[in-house]
């Protein structure tokens, strides 16, 4: 039977599927707050992640993908805080952990692997000693121990001459190979959970393809979820089963990626999949989504895709639709998703 994420429009509706999920995000607002204004920058984001599931947010910058990610890992900016909602691991609120308790946690059952991995990695330690800090912390390892288990987790990782390049700088090692490190970082206690902000997007496309093999690879055979936020629909597409759309801090659409694909159920998701190449049909003409995201400073009252939307009625202008279950398994925000099944279906 599938482990896929089974969606929820908002928390109180309960989870669709049967494994309890490891991660569960319950009506998510996050803002930034200057003086008496407050400018909420992800608005109610809902979304369960379960044991293996390999889950995926899309949407175009500024849409409020990193800042879900890293609120879940505990890492916001300064300045940037959680509004209201619920993060909670294995059922349990984040909130209520202790300093102590979320350390424990980062590491062994929680990481995180950022888009640029120079201004993650520690530009004066050897990336080895960076790999087995994690397990001489978490797993009481003895250094020798952690050493063998960084050269074990690059040579995981596809790094060549592991043993000679554990005792590397980070400016030493290619882009590719630095991001391969992150990955060797992340995974080397063995975490439940792996958060991954856009962790291919600065490498070369035959590059990007063999670090996703190997992350997947390496997440099937240590038994971890995936969260994968990513502006690149070819790469959910290889890597993801389930999928969060997001647009302005929303969530706009979700499901199972194969049926999002086949049948987007929001006008914003239509977009992103006509926008995209897609290798299937080399001859399709890709279609722009017309105008600009909104300054989420000042949002617009109703739908926030509505001045953009192909779709749009005038009521789309004066209400804001909330997320509804739409098909078993899938949710979408809009009112007008009827049509758009309707005509994606003729
Ligand atoms: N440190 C910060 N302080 C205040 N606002 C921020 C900060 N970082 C990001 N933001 C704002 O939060 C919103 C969401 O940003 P976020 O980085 O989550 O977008 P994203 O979807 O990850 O975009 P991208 O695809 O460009 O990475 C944006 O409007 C951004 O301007
Ligand atoms: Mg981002």
């Known amino acids: 039977m599938s482990n896929a994420t089974a969606l929820r429009p908002h928390a109180e509706s309960g989870t669709f599927g049967n494994a309890e999920p490891l991660l569960t995000v319950s009506n998510l607002s996050l803002g930034v707050r200057r003086g008496s204004n407050e400018t909420k920058i992800v608005d109610d984001v809902s979304f369960d992640v379960n044991a293996k599931n390999r889950f995926g947010i899309v949407g ?9 990610l890293r609120a879940i890992a505990g890492l916001l900016p300064r300045g940037v805080e959680i509004l209201s909602g619920q993060i909670a691991y294995r059922g349990r609120d984040l909130a209520a952990f202790s300093a102590s308790e979320r350390r424990a946690l980062m590491g062994p059952e929680i990481a995180m692997i950022f888009q640029e991995p120079m201004t993650a990695l520690n530009p004066v330690k050897r990336v080895g000693d960076q790999i087995a800090e994690g397990p001489r912390r ?3 390892m003895s250094r020798k121990e952690a050493r063998e288990l960084a050269v074990d987790m ?6 060549p001459d592991p043993a000679r390049r554990v005792r590397a700088y ?9 991001q391969r490190v992150m990955i060797a970082m992340a995974l080397s206690c063995r975490p439940k959970l792996l958060l991954c902000d856009e962790p291919t997007t600065a490498l070369d496309v035959t590059v990007q393809h063999q670090v996703l093999r190997q992350l997947e690879d390496l997440c099937d055979d240590f038994g971890a979820a995936l969260v994968f936020v990513t502006h690149d629909l070819a790469v959910v597409n290889q890597t993801c089963s389930d999928l969060a759309v997001m647009y302005a801090g929303r969530l706009v659409e979700s499901g ?3 049926d999002i ?13 006509d926008s995209a190449p897609d290798f299937d049909r080399p001859n399709r003409e890709l279609l722009a989504i017309p105008g600009f995201p909104v300054n989420l400073a000042d949002r617009p009252v109703g739908c926030s895709f509505a001045p953009r939307c192909s779709f749009a009625q005038k009521s789309c202008l004066t209400r804001s639709p909330s997320l509804e279950v739409v098909a078993p398994g899938r949710t979408a925000a809009c009112f007008r998703t009827e049509e758009l099944f309707q005509e994606g279906s003729e």
Request: proline content about 9%; hydrophobic content about 25%.
């Open 261 to 273: 694909f086949r049948d987007p159920r929001h006008p914003y998701t239509r977009g992103l999949l």
């Open 170 to 178: 980070p400016h030493e090692l290619s882009g590719g190979l630095r």
């Open 154 to 159: 690059m040579a995981k990782t596809g790094i």
């Open 60 to 68: 175009e910058s500024g849409s409020g993908k990193s800042m879900t």
């Open 256 to 258: 199972p990626v194969k």
């Open 138 to 140: 978490h797993l009481e």
